[in-house]
């Protein structure tokens, strides 16, 4: 089946600092990417939709310049969290949707998820 | 705004027995559902979907069913096994709209 990935799998950064993190589709392409977070015992919860080659859409009350996404290849988005803040720590998950497949949710496919620990 | 909940936070089953995980709606116009299984530390992983024009739908040892009349999804195990151990959640959509709107989730616990 499809398979997604995301590095890294844990990081711990001090207050401040920035973090990205990696999402890649690695048998198929994707024109689309979500970016979900994850609060400990909750569900996951939609940041934003990465479409390649033009800017991600937000979800209300996600901070686009905190939360920056960039979608350059067909195989590849990238979440970046700026100045982050112990607050931001979080199990932050990708999912993308295989452009074969187009019209059809079923081919959301998700990846692993990054722990993000900011002291 | 609209959302999808789950009845049970927790569900503790027996090895062998079967397990039924339920799901609430309320956007009356959603037309696609997916149940989800993620395990400690990973990302969710696909199980079964439903459209709803259909009312039942089988899986290996998986069942969905959806009744649009109460807006109820569920999610029968049968013959559980420690691996089913996990957080399942329902999600939901319209089919003209690629994001998924996520339910709370039910942790299934089986029991040796």
């Given at each position: 089946?499809?398979?997604?990935?995301?590095?890294?799998?844990?990081?711990?950064?001090?207050?401040?600092?920035?973090?990205?993190?990696?999402?890649?589709?690695?048998?198929?392409?994707?024109?689309?990417?979500?970016?979900?977070?994850?609060?400990?015992?909750?569900?996951?919860?939609?940041m934003?939709?990465?479409?390649?080659?033009?800017?991600?859409?937000?979800?209300?009350?996600?901070?686009?310049?905190?939360?920056?996404?960039?979608?350059?290849?067909?195989?590849?988005?990238?979440?970046?969290?700026?100045?982050?803040?112990?607050?931001?720590?979080?199990?932050?998950?990708?999912?993308?949707?295989?452009?074969?497949?187009?019209?059809?949710?079923?081919?959301?496919?998700?990846?692993?998820?990054?722990?993000?620990?900011?002291? | 705004?609209?959302?999808v909940?789950?009845?049970?936070?927790?569900l503790?089953?027996?090895?062998?027995?079967?397990?039924?995980?339920?799901?609430?709606?309320?956007?009356?116009?959603?037309?696609?559902?997916?149940?989800?299984?993620?395990?400690?530390?990973?990302?969710?992983?696909?199980?079964?979907?439903?459209?709803?024009?259909?009312?039942?739908?089988?899986?290996?040892?998986?069942?969905?069913?959806?009744n649009?009349?109460?807006?109820?999804?569920?999610?029968?195990?049968?013959?559980?096994?420690?691996?089913?151990?996990?957080?399942?959640?329902?999600?939901?959509?319209?089919?003209?709209?690629?994001?998924?709107?996520?339910?709370?989730?039910?942790?299934?616990t089986?029991?040796?």
């Open positions: 089946g499809a398979v997604v990935s995301q590095h890294p799998s844990w990081v711990i950064c001090k207050s401040g600092t920035s973090v990205k993190i990696e999402c890649r589709s690695l048998d198929f392409q994707a024109t689309t990417m979500f970016w979900y977070r994850q609060f400990p015992k909750q569900s996951l919860m939609l934003a939709t990465s479409n390649e080659g033009s800017k991600a859409t937000y979800e209300q009350g996600v901070e686009k310049d905190k939360f920056l996404i960039n979608h350059a290849s067909l195989t590849l988005s990238t979440l970046t969290v700026t100045s982050a803040h112990p607050e931001d720590s979080s199990f932050y998950i990708c999912s993308a949707r295989d452009l074969r497949r187009q019209g059809s949710t079923d081919t959301q496919y998700f990846g692993p998820g990054t722990r993000l620990t900011v002291l | 705004g609209e959302s909940g789950l009845h049970l936070p927790t503790s089953v027996q090895e062998g027995d079967n397990s039924i995980i339920n799901c609430a709606y309320s956007n009356s116009a959603s037309d696609y559902f997916i149940w989800y299984k993620q395990e400690s530390g990973k990302g969710p992983q696909f199980i079964i979907d439903i459209r709803s024009n259909m009312d039942k739908r089988q899986g290996q040892r998986v069942t969905v069913l959806l649009k009349t109460v807006k109820h999804l569920s999610l029968q195990i049968a013959a559980t096994q420690p691996g089913d151990s996990a957080v399942y959640f329902c999600a939901e959509n319209n089919f003209g709209n690629e994001k998924l709107t996520f339910g709370t989730g039910t942790r299934l089986i029991i040796p």
